[in-house]
């Protein structure tokens, strides 16, 4: 199964020197740590999803071998499309600015995903506690519990007119709505880890409390 991480939003409101994908949390950038978690997962190619407004994360996306596509930078859903009509389905797909992903996490989806499509997400009552920024557009309720997407998601295969049957994850920079297409399984979590999307400053130093 292919996967791509998704690194080709401007990023604005975490105001860093550097752009989103390439700040370092304990010290390693957001796209390698991404990068690692995916490679030491069962998935088995890797690639960047990059814009015209992330060409240092382009060129470091190069570097770590993970194979640049570089979308238009229309947004993440357009981007999105454009990354899956160049690779296989179903893709797992991931946002760059999760950076305390893991290889189980990643693993865990595509299983609740069996062959289709399916979308991480927590508790938005998990990230209020921990403090960790909130984009209540993205917030919708999955059986009575107010959730939100983390970013980290499987894309189930094109439909006979070659749309994606869900199309799942959001890029927290686009401000677009989860999409809880029915066909999209929910796989809920707890793991504190998946709850830290950093969108701003202050979430740098949430993600760095926790790093291992």
Known sequence: MDALVMCGGRGTRLDAPVEKPLVDICGRPMLDRVAAALRDSSVESVRAVTSPHTPNTRDRAADLGLDPIEAPGDGYVSDLGFALARVSRPAVTVVSDLPLVAPEHVDAVVAAADGGAATACVPVELKRELGASVDDALVFDHEGTAVCPTGLGVVGPADADG????????????????????????????DTRLALNVNRPTDIALAEDRCE
């Open 163 to 190: 749309e994606t049957d869900a199309e799942t994850n959001t890029d927290t920079d686009t401000n677009t709505d989860a999409d809880t297409n029915t066909d999209s399984t929910m796989y809920l979590s707890t």
